[in-house]
């Protein structure tokens, strides 16, 4: 069975700070996606990686695949209180289905 | 572009009452669609998922079904609600061998 493990499963942290949030596996995946979901809401996709060791930016948010395409990070510069939120992350397998991490709830102090 | 429609949005329902939700997709053709069941401030839980019109896959075994009458309607239900059946429900399309999935914006399902 596929598990995704993701990390922290809470972080609260001041405006203007960094912070790293991890996805794990020990299986390998076809791609690895992030969603972000707001109370209420559906999740909205922010990216998708597909190639072992990419990178990649969207504004102050970094998203990178592991060399093996087991792992991924998402790192956030500058947080800021908009980046509040359920941070989720899915790989894919060879059947296009997702395997979901259990959430990294994000919250960001003014 | 594409949309995606839940509802009802919210619903408040007896242990024992059946259930309907309804989700519609608009803007594309023959869209895999998926039922997803999450808990508070969790991670997702497949429920369905469907590849075509009466193609449903079962993730979970429990008292829910699902079923695809149209090409972009799936409709999620029950004979008889139990407790255990509240939460946040949300509906899903992809596009045909495609990773990337699109949200609706979800029914939050009170049994009581």
């Known amino acids: 069975t596929q598990l995704l493990e993701q990390s922290p499963q809470f972080l609260s942290i001041q405006e203007g700070e960094n912070l790293t949030v991890y996805c794990n596996s020990s299986s390998v995946f076809s791609s690895l996606q992030w969603y972000r979901q707001e109370p209420g809401e559906g999740p909205v996709l922010l990216v998708t990686?597909?190639?072992g060791g990419e990178v990649k930016k969207l504004k102050r948010l970094t998203f990178q695949f592991g060399d093996a395409r087991k792992d991924s990070s998402l790192h956030i510069t500058a947080a800021q209180p908009g980046d509040t939120g359920l941070y989720l992350c899915?790989?894919?397998?060879?059947?296009?289905?997702?395997?979901w991490g259990a959430g990294t709830k994000l919250i960001i102090k003014p | 572009s594409q949309t995606i429609h839940q509802w009802p949005a919210t619903l408040v329902q007896p242990v024992g009452s059946p259930l309907s939700l309804e989700c519609t997709v608009e803007?594309?053709?023959?869209?895999?669609l998926y039922w997803y069941r999450q808990a508070a401030g969790r991670g997702l839980q497949l429920l369905f998922y469907?590849?075509?019109?009466?193609?449903i896959s079962s993730e979970v075994p429990q008292n829910l079904s699902a079923s695809r009458p149209q090409d972009r309607q799936f409709i999620l239900s029950s004979k008889k609600l139990l407790l255990s059946d509240s939460g946040f429900y949300l509906c899903?399309?992809?596009?045909?061998?495609?990773?990337?999935?699109?949200f609706g914006p979800g029914t939050r399902l009170t049994v009581t």
């Open positions: 899903a399309w992809s596009k045909s061998r495609s990773y990337e999935q699109y």
């Open positions: 469907s590849v075509g019109i009466g193609q």
């Open positions: 899915a790989g894919a397998d060879s059947n296009y289905q997702l395997i």
């Open positions: 803007g594309t053709s023959n869209p895999n």
């Open positions: 990686v597909v190639t």
